[in-house]
């Protein structure tokens, strides 16, 4: 599988779990910017949601150990922070599975993901990660973390 077959790197990385949203792929996710193919190599260029994101080495090495185990071992992970990371880059389907999941996903408007209610309340601007704050539901009482806005 070492041709050039970017299409094929692509569907392998949409298998890749996000370390701490195991719902979303690291391509849902929208850290895999691009994957070009010179030199008889692919270069896979990566954006963490920010600079300090703890899961990029992590990310980094399942990208890694998913290729190697494809017998793909002519490749690059390259870290490109300009542009940086924005939650515009996940698609709509991307945030209905984080919903499910019972993460509220990033939007102006923070939206309970177990019973749908804009009634909530904010607990932490941090929750498990930076990049998600801890909330409340007034209505249903359940907390939960939205996904935040970058």
Do not use: H
């Amino acid at each position: 599988m070492q041709n050039g077959n970017t299409n094929k790197i692509w569907e392998l990385l949409n298998t890749v779990p996000d370390p701490e949203i195991p719902v979303i792929s690291v391509v849902e996710l929208g850290v895999i910017r691009d994957v070009k193919f010179t030199n008889n190599s692919f270069l896979i260029l990566i954006t963490p949601t920010y600079s300090g994101c703890p899961a990029t080495k992590t990310f980094q090495d399942d990208i890694s150990s998913c290729l190697k185990e494809n017998e793909i071992t002519n490749f690059e992970l390259k870290i490109k922070y300009d542009p940086p990371w924005t939650t515009d880059w996940m698609s709509d389907s991307t945030k209905e599975k984080l919903r499910k999941y019972g993460i509220a996903p990033p939007s102006n408007i923070v939206i309970c993901p177990q019973c749908n209610s804009k009634n909530t309340s904010l607990i932490s601007e941090f929750g498990a990660t930076a990049c998600k704050s801890l909330f409340k539901c007034i209505d249903c009482l359940e907390p939960f973390e939205f996904f935040k806005c970058i």
